[in-house]
């Protein structure tokens, strides 16, 4: 039976909702007793998690498929619910592709932010939590620390989220009672613990982690990992791997904590975990073989990432809990459940399960 919220606890919007993080965000929101709704254009997301998400916490999520750059659509949403504050998942992510499809990434990303802050102003809303990225600091010192000057430009998708904060910041300089939160996450990976929700992206991944687990699985064949002549211990680069679920709960404690103005935290677990390393704790932890083979540098990858968490840390108590094992072991369940999910779909519809039933009818 579904359970409705905690009726003292606040209604969130999560766009984005239907997509890697903003599911794993919303159950963590539902689990501390808010009120979800959804709104997403499904373009990179799946109405399924929507339902999973429900399946995990028993709540029920109201689910709207918009896109955020649709000025009225939102109005439409806002009548229809009172918010208290609006977590901003939505948008395009992909480095690779931002290339060739700038504007697009601009639009979506830019306009849709802007478009998003401008409803929430004639609404009264006045918490806003932002997705933003480490891709805006580019080419730093280690550990990158929120006040450092930002380096975007290595790519129009780091660019995108760079103007995005700084519309955010100009809006609550407007308009000081407005709290926004940015929050730039460092490499999310992982799923949630149940293996029902995780990172499934269309075609070919362009993250490490569903790269590794679809090589695992053997339905792709091998893993490039790109350079290993960088200046690190094993010569491969070096990430700030965080698992999902910490930076889902990251949110509700940011949420949680918002007070006006405009803060920005990293969102990472401080330490720096090498490509390298990440495949070994993988193939130890899940007892499976990622078969992987060195290539040439990528252009624009930079050599070493991590953050400084101490801001978060001190500020609102946030601390990622979960380590890199917890993050392969979940991310691995997940891409198994997957695949049995998809294995008795293709059994059902070439009339297994169906058969199966009818003979146990008769
Ligand atoms: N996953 C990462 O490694 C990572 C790292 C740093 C920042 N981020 C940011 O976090 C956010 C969420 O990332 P994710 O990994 O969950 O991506 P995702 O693609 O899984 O989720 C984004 C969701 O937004 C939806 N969407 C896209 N454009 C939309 C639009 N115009 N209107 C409504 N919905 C739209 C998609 O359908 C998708 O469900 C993004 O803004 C991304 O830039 C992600």
Request: charged share 25%.
């Amino acid at each position: 039976m579904k359970k409705n919220a905690r009726n003292s606890k606040d209604t969130v919007l999560v766009t984005g909702g239907a997509g890697y993080l903003g599911s794993h965000t919303s159950v963590a929101l539902l689990e501390a007793g808010y009120n979800v709704v959804v709104a997403d254009n499904l373009i990179n997301g799946y109405e399924e998690n929507v339902k999973k998400v429900e399946e995990i916490t028993g709540a029920s999520v109201t689910f709207y498929r918009a896109d955020v750059t649709d000025e009225q659509a939102l109005q439409k949403i806002f009548a229809e619910h009172s918010f208290d504050a609006v977590m901003h998942f939505a948008g395009l992510k992909s480095v690779k592709e931002s290339f060739a499809r700038a504007l697009d990434y601009y639009h979506t990303n830019v306009s849709g932010t802007a478009t998003l802050a401008k409803v929430c102003n004639a609404f009264g809303v006045k918490k806003f939590i932002f997705s933003s990225s480490a891709t805006v600091y580019g080419e730093n010192q280690v550990p990158f620390t929120e006040h450092m000057p930002l380096k975007p430009t290595i790519n129009p998708y780091g660019e995108t989220k760079s103007m995005c904060e700084r519309v955010l910041q100009d809006f609550s300089l407007m308009n000081p009672e407005f709290s926004i939160a940015i929050l730039r996450y460092f490499n999310p990976v992982g799923a949630h613990a149940s293996g029902k929700i995780g990172e499934n992206p269309r075609g070919i991944p362009d993250n490490i982690m569903p790269y590794i687990t679809q090589v695992a699985t053997g339905k792709l064949e091998r893993l490039h990992i790109f350079g290993n002549d960088y200046e690190t211990p094993d010569g491969t680069c070096i990430r700030d791997f965080v698992h999902v679920m910490d930076i889902a709960e990251g949110h509700v404690k940011t949420m949680e904590h918002l007070d006006g103005g405009a803060v920005v935290y990293n969102l990472g677990t401080g330490k720096g975990t090498s490509v390298k390393e990440l495949i070994y704790t993988f193939q130890q932890e899940n007892n499976v073989r990622v078969p992987h083979e060195f290539a040439a540098r990528r252009e624009g990858d930079i050599e070493i990432c991590y953050a400084d968490t101490g801001k978060v840390n001190r500020e609102i108590g946030w601390r990622a809990a979960r380590t890199v094992a917890d993050m392969c072991r979940d991310a691995w369940q997940y891409e198994l459940a997957l695949m049995k999910e998809k294995a008795t779909l293709l059994e059902a519809s070439r009339g297994g399960g169906t058969f199966i039933d009818m003979e146990k009818k008769v």
